[in-house]
């Protein structure tokens, strides 16, 4: 067995050359980051907006997005989304400022404390356009379980706030100030029995975007 173990484990450094000295691989690094247009996609002509609604198309099922004109127009558009999808007008609301402010009642909306199986609505601190993926960072308006536990989970970002690639999205924020940063990308997805999709089961089974048009709250 010592024999085999030690085979394999040559057979390992054969295949990765000689030892480099860590101000190297650093060297590297920093060479890679110098020009990212060099190691990473380049995206389609177009706006940010509509290559993020593009992204959105190519998410597992459960996915949508639509672009609504300002804040003001959210509560209203809430409401028409779980009317047709035949859900309780319902929902627990991040306690953003942006949020707490809109009329969700006069829209027919109550406001749930808890979120366990039922529908949330977060605020994501942006998007991004290469694969539709909305960036969530936790705090003490943002509660980050509101991203893992709902069954349904409605996320509004500003079109304002949408970026190229992740690399511009992790650059907006102090990460030594960032006790958690979520990257949300499309609803709850997992192959591990036998290689098949299935929607739901480590998190929300539905992920709505509410694109805001509109950066001012």
């Given at each position: 067995m010592s024999?085999?173990?030690?085979?394999?484990?040559?057979?390992?450094?054969?295949?990765?050359?000689?030892?480099?000295?860590?101000e190297r691989i650093r060297a590297e690094a920093d060479a890679l980051l110098a020009e990212p247009e060099?190691?990473?996609?380049?995206?389609?002509?177009?706006?940010?907006?509509s290559l993020f609604e593009a992204a959105v198309t190519r998410l597992p099922p459960g996915a949508s997005c639509e672009r609504i004109a300002d804040f003001a127009a959210l509560p209203a558009a809430v409401a028409a989304h779980l009317h047709a999808r035949g859900?309780?007008?319902?929902?627990?609301?991040?306690?953003?400022?942006?949020?707490?402010?809109?009329?969700?009642?006069?829209?027919?909306?109550?406001?749930?404390?808890?979120?366990?199986?039922?529908?949330a609505l977060s605020l994501s601190d942006c998007a991004i356009a290469e694969t539709a993926s909305l960036v969530?960072?936790?705090?003490a308006d943002m509660a980050v379980l509101d991203a893992f536990l709902p069954l349904h989970h409605l996320v509004a970002v500003r079109v304002s706030d949408i970026v190229p690639h992740l690399?511009?999205?992790?650059?907006?924020?102090?990460?030594?100030?960032?006790?958690?940063?979520?990257?949300?990308?499309?609803?709850?997805?997992t192959t591990d029995i036998e290689g098949n999709l299935v929607i739901g089961v480590h998190g929300p089974a539905t992920l709505h975007i509410f694109l805001i048009e509109d950066g001012a709250a």
């Open positions: 024999e085999a173990r030690d085979a394999i484990f040559g057979a390992i450094r054969h295949a990765l050359g000689p030892a480099r000295a860590a060099r190691v990473r996609p380049r995206l389609p002509d177009g706006d940010l907006a859900r309780e007008p319902a929902i627990k609301l991040q306690p953003a400022l942006a949020l707490l402010t809109l009329p969700f009642a006069e829209a027919g909306v109550a406001l749930r404390d808890e979120v366990d199986d039922r529908t969530i960072r936790s705090g690399e511009e999205a992790v650059a907006r924020f102090d990460l030594a100030r960032s006790r958690n940063l979520v990257v949300v990308t499309g609803p709850s997805g």
